[in-house]
């Protein structure tokens, strides 16, 4: 099914089923006992989970390299599509949680998890400030970085 016809791109179909299948199977401890194997056998964590996506890509019948090629273009290719980039980075902070939990230690682990909750409550709150004014919840960069740096 990978660019048949000449698509350079993953229908949104196929991505929100890869998104998915990853989220459930980086939740199983098999799993993140499989990518945390790996760290303490010197290979690198995010290694680990592309392999994971490219076996997800081979169960859907995709081509692995053309798959993970398609993820480095959802951005651009579906930045209107409000529904799909929120998934992508939903997608995108269960990998980087996966390669966490493998990489970390558990007191350095929750010290990072609450960091991040510290920073959600921050632009939660920014965003009820502004009363979901559309053009007031969209924050520019620098106010980002002032939250973030907080």
């Known amino acids: 099914m990978a660019a048949v016809g000449g698509e350079s791109m993953m229908t949104r179909e196929q991505l929100l089923h890869l998104f998915a299948r990853f989220s459930f199977l980086t939740?199983?401890?098999?799993?993140?006992q499989r990518i945390?194997?790996?760290v303490r056998d010197k290979q690198e964590a995010v290694a680990m989970t592309?392999?994971?996506q490219?076996?997800?890509l081979r169960e859907m019948g995709v081509d692995p390299s053309f798959g993970i090629g398609c993820l480095g273009k959802v951005n651009v290719v579906y930045e209107n599509d409000m529904d799909l980039m929120i998934k992508f980075y939903q997608f995108v902070a269960k990998e980087e949680?996966?390669?966490d939990e493998a990489e970390l230690e558990p007191r350095e682990l929750a010290e990072k998890l609450h960091a991040q909750q510290i920073?959600?409550?921050q632009l939660h709150k920014e965003l009820e400030e502004a009363n979901f004014d559309i053009n007031a919840s969209i924050l520019s960069p620098e106010q980002i970085q002032k939250i973030v740096q907080k």
């Open 50 to 52: 592309t392999e994971i």
């Open 119 to 121: 920073i959600q409550e």
């Open 36 to 38: 945390a194997d790996a």
């Open 97 to 99: 949680m996966a390669i």
């Open 54 to 56: 490219e076996e997800i």
């Open 27 to 32: 939740s199983l401890p098999e799993v993140k």
